[in-house]
């Protein structure tokens, strides 16, 4: 039988298990938020930017091959003019960033609407208009955000919980 001191030892020792794994998932919880809500904002930030007439000047995919045991990766590639108060610029983005990928057929899809020639309507960055891209990026960030506010109300009741005093009438009731 274990005495008296080593039982609260033992409550203490578990209630501060507790107390940091309802933390660890509540902060988890709140890293991917932010994360999903950054996203949302950088996406949302474009469709704020001034539109413009732009023509593709070139367009291809460049082919990488980013350490000697990798695979190849693609990246589509385009260059497109427009005017910007009073200047003609050239950009080089389809969407803010352009990410590889190891599938060719994937990145010739990206590239396939801005053959050479092709008339869009590009958005125009009015902090640094060489930054003008040609799609905006997807609100889906925001559509997603409610899957990680589960662990971060669980994480908060976990260590809520943990953190109350113990009450030997509760706990009978509840036994």
Known sequence: MSTPNTADSHLS??????????LSLML?????VGVLYTAWQRAEETRRWPGAACVVLSSSLEIKRPTPNSNLSYLPKVR?????????????R?????????HRDVAQAKL????VGSRHTCFINPAAPQQA???HDSRAPLYSIW??????WGGLQILRRSLRRPDPERDKQAA
Not at 28 to 32: D, E, I, M, S, T
Not at 112 to 115: F, L, S, V
């Open 13 to 22: 020792s578990g209630r501060l298990w507790l107390a940091a794994l309802g």
């Open 28 to 32: 988890a919880g709140l890293v991917f």
């Open 80 to 92: 497109f003019e427009f005017n910007h108060q009073g200047k003609t610029w050239v950009g080089q």
């Open 94 to 102: 389809i969407r803010r960033v352009d990410i590889p990928s190891q």
């Open 112 to 115: 396939n609407p801005y053959p």
């Open 133 to 135: 891209i040609l799609r």
């Open 147 to 152: 899957f990680p506010c589960p662990f971060v």
